[in-house]
């Protein structure tokens, strides 16, 4: 599942002449909208409902350059899902195709009268498993789960 094209603004350009890396998790997070919303999320959601999600962990792989005007868009693979907590995984595709940027997330179902971790309704589950049924087709990512450090 991919994302719309995004383009890369001008006040996201560092003094390296580059994407700063703060904004490859704006464009990470606003590439996974679409997929949250197919699982049920978003504003009519959490007002309704009480209930939100938030980011536990979320990892990003810096893989090529991105620069002001580029075009990216992002890719969502969801790979499992608990009863309040789902992993997946995302990648940043420029336009030429080539992939700036990989992404590895755990999100969590907030109950914000806690705030604290809660199960996710029947509605949700429902939509959740579908959508990981429709990504289980899709190989995961060799880089997915692994260890941070220093080559040697």
């Known amino acids: 599942m991919m994302s719309d094209y995004m383009e890369i603004k ?25 997929a949250f919303r197919r699982m ?21 792989r810096y893989r090529r350059e ?8 992002a890719s969502f693979h969801l790979l499992d899902a608990g009863s309040r907590a789902i992993h997946y995984c995302q990648e940043l595709f420029h ?7 990989t992404g590895e997330g755990v999100n969590l179902h907030i109950d914000r009268s806690g705030p604290r971790v809660a199960p996710y309704p029947p509605q ?17 990512p060799d880089w997915v789960g692994a260890p941070m450090g220093i080559r040697k």
């Open 10 to 34: 001008p006040e996201w350009i560092d003094h390296n002449g580059h994407l700063n890396m703060a904004y490859y998790g704006v464009l990470f997070d606003h590439g996974s909208s679409f």
């Open 40 to 60: 049920g999320f978003g504003p009519a959601y959490r007002r309704e409902s009480g209930h939100t999600t938030f980011e536990a962990e979320y990892r990003i």
């Open 66 to 73: 991105l620069k002001l005007g580029d075009r990216v868009r």
């Open 95 to 101: 336009e030429d195709g080539w992939v700036a940027a």
């Open 124 to 140: 949700i589950v429902e939509k959740i498993a579908a959508l990981l049924e429709d990504c289980r087709s899709m190989p995961v």
